[in-house]
């Protein structure tokens, strides 16, 4: 595959014109092409033959990558890096002596390298490549690092805004209370009130799945990695779903292998409480939710079916990024923070496993999770 190209600026400084023409030789067609770069890197080259035009030059066109002789006519390479204030280019310096002295006072100045004179085309490169793939790997980073700030900025902005509306909603109750606009019976605001402890539970849910999911994402969850029944785990998470579902005539049916597992329990519970949880917030009155855990040698999958109200095509992609919640005339009543499945797929990242789904809109979802290497050999953990 080809690779986009980008150019780096290339600016040589030196008053012997043989160097500045034979450097531009060297590096016109010269391309670098490392395997871990997602770009091919290549030069575009100018030169300078003194001091003041080199000044200049280097302030209105930026270079990347300045080739500077220490011994100009007007000035020495010295003065024309300590003339720049702002440096974003990597500067090579060459030098006819190679003077220890001049060495130590230019990598003070911030110089990158040097190059004692006379030097090979293959020494020019190689110093130029030298450079070039640490202002590379360096911008880079520096992207990586805006990127993540525009990620962690988005994500407050959105949690903000989650936060602010339920507040708004229950002030605006206790505003109509506090007015008595239904006069002075307190069962006329039975319903405000009620609404207005959704809320509160709701924003509390909210909080608990950042903190869950900040405490994952950070690194900073406390794992205690043990061996366990899966069977045993999974029956009592799925326990603890079953009023909420026979409350709208949902049925579980779990079948699982007993065996053991080597791995986080809250992790586990996790997992299986916020696939649960949709599957049964998502599902049509009367309908059923199939929970079937397997093993395959060390390797365990966890499948959950649903005969709920499914996800468009166009939706699936989407599912596990934070904060969202696929919106149509469905899921319009139903609450939710749209963060079960980040918290999901971080657990499942950290075990090395992976998440399929397959769904048909207005039919029912099936969510099925490969945990990779936390089963035990058969007959380990027994005797716990
Ligand atoms: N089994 C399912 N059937 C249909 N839609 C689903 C199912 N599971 C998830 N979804 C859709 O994916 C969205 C994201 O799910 P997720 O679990 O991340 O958030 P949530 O359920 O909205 O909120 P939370 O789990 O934090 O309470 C849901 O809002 C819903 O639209
Ligand atoms: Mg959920």
């Known amino acids: 595959m080809n690779k986009p190209e980008i150019k780096l600026k290339v600016m040589i400084v030196d008053d012997e014109h043989g160097m500045c023409a034979g450097g531009e030789r060297c590096l016109k067609n010269y391309a670098i092409e490392e395997k871990e770069f997602s770009d091919k890197i290549s030069f575009e080259v100018k030169s300078y033959n003194n001091g003041k035009s080199a000044v200049e030059a280097i302030r209105t066109e930026q270079p990347d990558i300045l080739i500077l002789d220490y011994k100009l006519p007007d000035m020495n390479g010295l003065e024309i890096l300590e003339s720049i204030e702002d440096k974003k280019f990597l500067t090579i310096i060459i030098t006819a002596f190679a003077s220890l002295d001049v060495a130590i006072a230019a990598t003070k100045k911030g110089a990158f390298d040097f190059l004692s004179k006379p030097f090979t085309p293959e020494e020019l490169r190689e110093s130029v490549k030298k450079a070039a793939k640490s202002l590379y790997t360096a911008r880079k980073m520096k992207a990586l690092e805006e990127e993540k700030k525009q990620v962690r900025f988005e994500f407050i902005s959105i949690l903000a805004h989650e936060l602010k509306s339920p507040l708004a909603a229950i002030e605006g109750y206790l505003r109509l209370i506090d007015e008595r606009v239904k006069g002075e019976s307190l069962e006329s605001y039975d319903q405000m009130v009620k609404r207005s402890i959704e809320r509160i539970n709701s924003m509390r849910k909210l909080i608990a799945d950042i903190i869950d999911l900040t405490k994952l994402e950070s690194g900073r969850k406390k794992r205690n990695i043990e061996t366990f029944d899966i069977k045993d785990l999974i029956t009592r998470t799925a326990e603890g779903f079953y009023n909420y579902a026979a ?80 919106k149509n005339e469905h899921t319009r009543e139903i609450e939710g923070s749209g963060l079960g499945l980040s918290i999901v797929k971080k657990i499942v990242d950290y075990y090395g496993g992976n998440i399929d789904v397959k769904s048909e809109y207005g039919k029912g979802s099936v969510f099925s999770v490969n945990l990779a290497n936390i089963a035990e050999e058969v007959g380990v953990g027994k005797s716990i």
């Open 247 to 326: 409350k709208r005539n949902i049925k579980i049916n779990l079948s699982c292998e007993s065996f053991y597992v080597k791995a986080d329990q809250t992790d586990i519970e996790m997992l299986v409480s916020n696939f649960l949880s949709n599957a049964i917030k998502y599902n049509r009155d009367g309908g059923s939710v199939n929970i079937e855990v397997k093993r395959n040698d060390k390797n365990i999958s966890l499948v959950f079916s649903d005969t709920g109200i499914g996800i468009k095509e166009e939706d699936l992609k989407k599912l596990f990024n934070d904060f969202v919640r696929i």
